[in-house]
């Protein structure tokens, strides 16, 4: 920092001085009772300069210690301006902290996600590979693909959360069309597996997006499979209310314990079910929620271990101020 940079920033200061003295000057000029003497007029000039340059001098030492204490430590501001300056730039330090932060943590997010789908997908690969040198069974076959697909799809539904508000179209959907094809597509497992599903409703419309809504209900029923044994039951009914739409997914399976209800829908986790009964990656519970709340819905969650799981996915109703406004702002 030059002293002439300072300077310009102390402009008012020199102002000031000018004037005053220049008032002073023309009130010693026109006084009627003494004459004019250019000696102490310069004087006078003289010693206000020297008291101007004194306190623009201290001044500037004052600016240059404070610069040099903002580089290392806590300073106190020259003037209100810079006070409020101050409290501004730590404010600001303190956003991108939290934005930062918030990046690495998403960064995180997807680095374990990737190491755990890696992992994850090479096991119905192995399998693929296993069924290759011997007598290949077309079931197990099937059920290995499923697998890959399944996975493949929740690493593009993913990769899709953060880009989602570029890619939906909210739209009234059938709810058990969109069911029906789910199970459809797992046919052979539930076949395989000697699995009943009962579907007790033939029509219900709700306002969402019919491939993110999909997904969503392809993850419940996956888990429902997933973790229901041979020789049980999956039921799949619909409601509406007078204050919401549900659709509610219900099986025979191993349950959940109580203390991994609440988690459920955290990403990557697992819980006791995953890590005994089956591998899991734990990320279709925590997508299908995840994409749920972005289209104005949510997953709820009942279980009771050894007995059943219940998921329900509610819907608002069509008159939703929700999705009005959704359509008006798009």
């Known amino acids: 920092m030059t002293f002439l940079r300072y300077l310009t920033y102390e402009k008012p200061y020199i102002y000031l001085f000018l004037t ?56 106190d501001s020259l003037s209100l301006e810079g006070e409020f300056a101050k409290v501004h730039i730590e404010e600001l330090n303190r956003r991108h902290i939290r934005e930062m932060n918030r990046i690495q943590e998403r960064k995180n997010e997807h680095y374990d996600f990737i190491v755990s789908w890696f992992h994850e997908i090479k096991t119905p690969i192995a399998v693929l590979r296993l069924l290759q040198q011997t007598d290949m069974d077309t079931a197990s076959l099937r059920e290995e693909i499923s697998k890959i697909e399944n996975y493949v799809d929740q690493a593009l539904y993913y990769a899709k959360l953060d880009s989602f508000n570029q890619d939906y179209d909210i739209q009234k959907c059938d709810i058990i069309k969109v069911s029906k094809e789910i199970v459809k597509s ?73 203390k991994d209800l609440p988690r459920i829908f955290k990403r990557g986790f697992t819980g006791e079910t995953g890590r005994s009964f089956t591998k899991s ?32 996915i509610h819907f608002p109703l069509d008159s939703d101020p929700y999705f009005i406004m959704k359509k008006n702002t798009r």
């Open 20 to 75: 005053v003295f220049l008032i002073s000057a023309a009130v010693f000029f026109t006084d009627s009772n003494g004459g004019w003497a250019w000696g102490t007029f310069f004087y006078a000039f003289t010693l206000s300069s020297l008291v101007l340059l004194g306190f623009l001098l201290f001044r500037y030492q004052q600016n240059v210690r404070v610069i040099r204490q903002m580089k290392s430590e806590d300073y």
């Open 186 to 258: 797992h046919s052979k497992t539930f076949f395989s597996k000697k699995i009943r599903i009962t579907i007790q409703t033939d029509l219900l419309e709700v306002q969402s997006d019919p491939k993110w809504l999909q997904f969503i209900v392809n993850q419940l029923v996956t888990n429902s499979l997933k973790y229901t044994e041979s020789d049980g039951e999956i039921t799949i009914s619909a409601f509406e209310t007078p204050k919401e739409k549900q659709l509610v997914i219900r099986d025979s399976g191993i349950g959940i314990s109580q």
């Open 281 to 312: 990656t734990g990320m279709g519970l925590y997508l299908a929620q995840q994409l749920c709340n972005k289209l104005g819905h949510y997953i709820s969650c009942t279980s009771e271990v050894g007995k059943f799981t219940q998921f329900i």
